[in-house]
């Protein structure tokens, strides 16, 4: 499993909210409380979005937005139109009077607006992620990153753009997967583009040993690894590879495993109740002490304080 499908598997919390949106100008949405993860696209028309810090971007038909800052953020048609609607957590406040109540009905499951001629069409998913998994992977985008329409992601919208009026038996299940198809294709095309400043892991990933070092991380993270078994896999040199994976990826190996263990074990230790000797083993370590003593460095605190504060 490469890095950016663990991030992605062990991050994703299920039952994802897909919503599609027609809205005729002048329109404008506030939604007050943004999940982890929003991913906003333009099926026709134009959009505006304007997030509290003033970061701002604009969306013509096919470009995807994803909103990663947890505040609110504005989809307008235009940034002057004033608020028509407030959305906060699942409930919807009109404040622009009976003219903005009407053009934000129900037209279809999970559809609203007034479906005139004329209007922007739109899809919006939400995403809540999970614990310190889900902060790695938001760690890779700033708060706004708006990608340009392409062909790849255009037949993606398509298809969830027409499950998303659909009602019948596995929808939920269908649009939780398109979704996650939108934003795979959203991230490869943001990664691409010169402006992206992801994390030096992914920069390494092209590279064919260094890459593959990564996956075998993150497919048995518990492995006891040493650099020079790691070095034996890619068919490197003990020195040569950790060398290279240092100069890559910002940080020596078995520094880059310890801390993606510690990523796992803060989740463990958060969402389940097994005990730390048990959280230990599963991340990597046979003695408990000494996970403690690591994870105490990594955050902080020991781990039983850790699972007290986070509860």
């Not at 255009?154 to 038996?169: F, K, M, Q, S």
């Not at 892991?201 to 996956?215: E, S, T, V």
Request: hydrophobic fraction near 45%; proline fraction near 6%.
């Amino acid at each position: 499993m490469d890095v950016l499908s663990d991030l992605l598997h062990r991050a994703r919390a299920r039952n994802a909210l897909v919503r599609k949106l027609v809205q005729r100008p002048p329109w404008s949405l506030t939604f007050a409380e943004a999940p982890a993860l929003t991913v906003v696209a333009t099926l026709g028309g134009h959009a505006s979005i304007r997030l509290d810090d003033d970061a701002h971007g604009r969306l013509a038909a096919g470009d995807i937005a994803l909103i990663s800052a947890t505040g609110r953020y504005t989809i307008a048609d235009d940034p002057s139109t004033p608020p028509q609607v407030v959305i906060q957590g699942q409930k919807k406040y009109v404040v622009g009077g009976e003219d903005a109540a009407g053009a934000h009905r129900s037209l279809a499951p999970r559809t609203y607006g007034d479906g005139l001629p004329g209007a922007t069409v739109m899809i919006r998913g939400a995403y809540e992620l999970r614990g310190d998994v889900g902060d790695r992977l938001l760690d890779m985008l700033p708060p706004l990153a708006v990608v340009p329409a392409g062909p790849r992601t255009r037949a993606a919208l398509d298809l969830l753009a027409t499950e998303v009026a659909c009602d019948e038996p596995g929808q939920d299940a269908i649009l939780d997967r398109l979704l996650d198809l939108v934003l795979v294709l959203a991230l490869r095309a943001w990664c691409a583009r010169p402006e992206s400043a992801f994390p030096a892991w992914h920069r390494a990933l092209a590279d064919p040993a260094i890459g593959d070092a990564l996956r075998l991380l993150h497919e048995d993270p518990a492995h006891r690894w040493t650099v020079a078994m790691l070095a034996a896999k890619v068919g490197m040199s003990r020195a040569a590879f950790a060398a290279r994976f240092t100069g890559l990826v910002g940080e020596p190996p078995l520094t880059y495993l310890t801390g993606w263990r510690m990523t796992l074990a803060a989740d463990l230790l958060r969402d389940t109740e097994a005990t730390v000797a048990a959280v230990a083993r599963e991340v990597g370590y046979e003695d408990a002490f000494a996970f403690s003593v690591a994870f105490k460095r990594a955050r902080g605190v020991s781990p039983s304080v850790w699972r007290r504060q986070v509860r």
